[in-house]
């Protein structure tokens, strides 16, 4: 199951042109990008482990491409994601973020029923790919 | 890089047109009005422009050419213009399509070279990364290469560098500047850095009427004017500064011309009276005396 996460995660996955592009614009905005990446993508896991520092005062994508190239080969089966900060007064918060790397193979989410008082049920969901094997062995390929 | 449009083989393209539309005639031309003297710097910039030119008419025709290698090397005294000249480089490869962005960052060893083990190869690629797309100026560059400490970070700073200027060449342009002679000496000794480096610009010093007319322009840049009689004291000036040591042309002339101002100010206050527009304006020849050059070879002279 393709996980939908951030920006355009229901467009075909973006060529690397297109990712440069997409940082073009947030460089024209004022906004500091950094790289993410992660094993463990549960909805709710909004800590994903950071590539390097968020990289202010840049003005050309060239400098996170190259960043990204490292990133994916030190980390080739990971989700990997590029977030944009919006360091403005008011906003102070990531604008943007979408996903620039998924594994080959995504598995998806397994659905718990947990059975509680009164034929109450709880749902909650776990990633097959987190519950086969522990960080860092989960997407070997 | 724009990828302009193939023409056929055949076609002729009109140059003066290519060099119009470009819109680097402005930027040349404000760089010959602007900048006083350095006319060996200035033809070469011109060269360097018309290559880039030709070649790009030249992709167009289908007429295969490397990328040109622009990493430049600027070497000449202090405050001879090393850095205003990369500003303007970096406008003409801007409107040539050579360099994305046209911004400069400037950096000296401090910026690129860490202070413990594992700490310069972040530091380096960081400014690296904010410099693509445009050029990255590093003044005294001689500075990042120390024979006497074998263990310095300086040459991993190089390697780095190196690295990048060979595989992102359309990326960044790299442009070192400091000394003449010791700029050689850092070339003999890192002859990768060398090979890399295509073109060589010296930057010859100021004559002294030339660092006249430069103290001119700066005073009417900020709404200043000499008077006669202090523009012939400013001429005897420049020759007494440069005999003295740590001359930095250009700078000196900056430096000399803010303390005058001081003195300018003081006279001004002192004097208590009412002042228009023309007394604010004018440095006089008092102002320009009271240099302590005046005075020190007045002293050598009474000896």
Known sequence: ?141 | MNAPEQAPATASIDLAAEFRDAGIGEVLESLERDLVGLAPVKRRVREIAALLLVDRVRQRLGLATEHPSLHMSFSGNPGTGKTTVAMRMAEILHRLGYCRRGHVVAVTRDDLVGQYIGHTAPKTKEVLKRAMGGVLFIDEAYYLYRPENEKDYGQEAIEILLQVMENQRDDLVVILAGYADRMERFFESNPGMKSRIAHHVDFPDYSNDELGEIAQRMLAGWNYRFDEAARRAFDEYIVLRRRQSHFANARSVRNALDRMRLRQALRLFDSGATVDAEALTTITESDVRASRHFQQAEADGAQ
């Not at chain 1, 995660?9 to 790289?35: K, R, Y």
């Not at chain 1, 990289?55 to 080969?73: H, I, N, Q, S, T």
């Not at chain 1, 943007?96 to 909650?124: D, H």
């Open chain 1, 1 to 141: 199951m393709r996980i939908t996460q951030g920006c355009f995660s229901f467009l075909p996955d973006l060529t690397d042109t297109q990712i440069a592009a997409q940082i073009n614009h947030c460089l024209e905005q004022n906004w500091a990008v950094a790289l993410e990446f992660t094993d463990d993508p549960h909805p709710r896991n909004t800590y994903w482990n950071m590539w390097g520092l968020p990289m202010f005062d840049l003005r050309d994508p060239a400098g996170v491409m190259g960043e990204l190239k490292a990133c994916r080969e030190a980390n080739p089966e990971n989700y990997i994601r590029i977030n944009a900060f919006d360091s403005t007064k008011g906003w102070e918060t990531v604008r943007m973020s979408f996903i620039v790397q998924r594994p080959t193979a995504e598995p998806g989410f397994r659905l718990i029923r947990q059975e509680t008082q009164g034929r109450k049920l709880r749902y909650t969901m776990e990633s097959y790919a987190v519950g086969r094997a522990p960080e860092g062995a989960r997407y070997a390929p």
